[in-house]
């Protein structure tokens, strides 16, 4: 591989003129600067990304902390912030912990290890022994869906228990009363609370939650599939499913497909997330919208705000959710019980 000393012997400059052009650190003449460049291309030259970040104290590299990498809500989170950091002359580093709270510790010590400028965290999960490290070391923080607690961590967030009684709400108003809920994980507080917001719909509508129609799923469409057969072959069978998120929403539609059910006219089911996919399934699926590109953008220009100024006050950002009403759901109907 080619060095910094081969670089200056090929443009007929110092070496500390090569090293000033890489690192900035000293205006040098544009014929000087242009003749490294062109030594550098020609040579295939590559600065040590982290040797500079140690003497600049800036890597200008950012870390995404992501709990599944196959789901499309995080793909689109992770879209808009890779826009905004390309947009600030940053580079993405994505993690994908597949919800293993290991993993996250690994991967938070090697983003340290590479002197990333800031990390965002997308993992959901209780355990903030991550934040905290890192928070600790000075490094810039920011959680989406996630409360890091008495950590300084700059947050976005959105109120998953309105977002349950919406969709459960959405529901009622169409005439169903016996409304199964397919949960997310018991370890993600957070996200657990769009069962909260499901049992206080149905209890401000005088109906009394039932176990029997209350599963724990783990946000992934063979979870969903394998609840909704369950649910929909038992004696009493609900009139509709609220899945806590679009793919396990996905899982429950193949299920009733399999069991010859029509949807709606025979069970109406409603997602939470309106990931893109969702306006393409058969019937489309109606759902829960959250911004997710915008939530990207949000969260990378939160975290470059925070590196420029570590000693700003902490910042708790909350976004709108929507009802997104399309095919799926429909006025239950006696007739086709």
């Known amino acids: 591989m080619p060095t910094m000393r081969d670089v200056a012997r090929h443009a007929g400059v110092s070496i500390a003129t090569v090293s000033h052009v890489i690192n900035e650190t000293r205006p040098v003449s544009q014929e000087l600067r242009r003749r490294v460049l062109h030594s550098m291309e020609a040579l295939g030259y590559q600065p040590n990304a982290i040797a ?3 003497r600049n104290k800036h890597s200008n590299t950012l870390g995404l902390i992501v709990p599944d990498g196959r789901n499309p809500f ?5 879209q808009g912030i890779e826009e905004v ?3 600030h002359g940053y580079s993405l ?3 994908d912990s597949d919800n293993d709270l290991g993993r996250v510790l690994v991967h938070t010590k090697h983003l340290s290890a590479k002197r990333v ?3 965002i965290f997308t993992t959901g999960s209780d355990d903030f022994e991550d934040v905290a490290s890192l928070v600790e070391a000075g490094t810039a923080v920011l959680v989406i869906d996630m409360d890091a607690g008495r950590f300084p961590a700059d947050a976005i967030l959105f109120d998953n228990f309105e ?3 919406l969709a459960t709400q959405h529901l009622l108003e169409l005439g169903h009363r016996r409304i199964a809920c397919i949960t997310g994980p018991s370890r993600q507080s957070l996200r657990r609370k769009r069962e909260l917001g499901y049992r206080h719909a149905l209890e401000q509508a005088g109906i009394a939650p039932q176990a029997t129609l209350i599963r724990e799923g783990d946000f992934q469409p063979a979870s969903g599939y394998r609840h909704a057969l369950e649910l929909l072959g038992s004696p009493e069978p609900p009139s509709a499913i609220f899945a806590c998120n679009d793919l396990m929403a996905m899982g429950a539609l193949r299920a009733a497909h399999e069991l010859g059910l029509d949807v709606p006219a025979r069970l109406s089911v409603i997602g939470f997330d309106d ?5 393409y399934t058969t019937p489309t699926l109606s759902t829960i919208r959250l911004p997710k590109h915008e939530m990207g953008r949000q969260a990378a220009r939160m975290l470059l705000a925070r590196i420029r100024d570590p000693a700003r006050p902490p910042e708790r950002r909350m976004v709108e959710l929507e009802l997104v009403v399309r095919e799926s759901t429909a006025p239950y109907n006696n007739d086709h019980r």
């Open 163 to 165: 977002g349950g009684r």
């Open 85 to 87: 950091s390309l947009e």
């Open 74 to 78: 995080f793909a689109e989170i992770a």
């Open 52 to 54: 500079r970040a140690l």
């Open 117 to 119: 400028d800031g990390v």
């Open 93 to 95: 580093i994505l993690c």
């Open 275 to 279: 990931i893109y996919l969702a306006a």
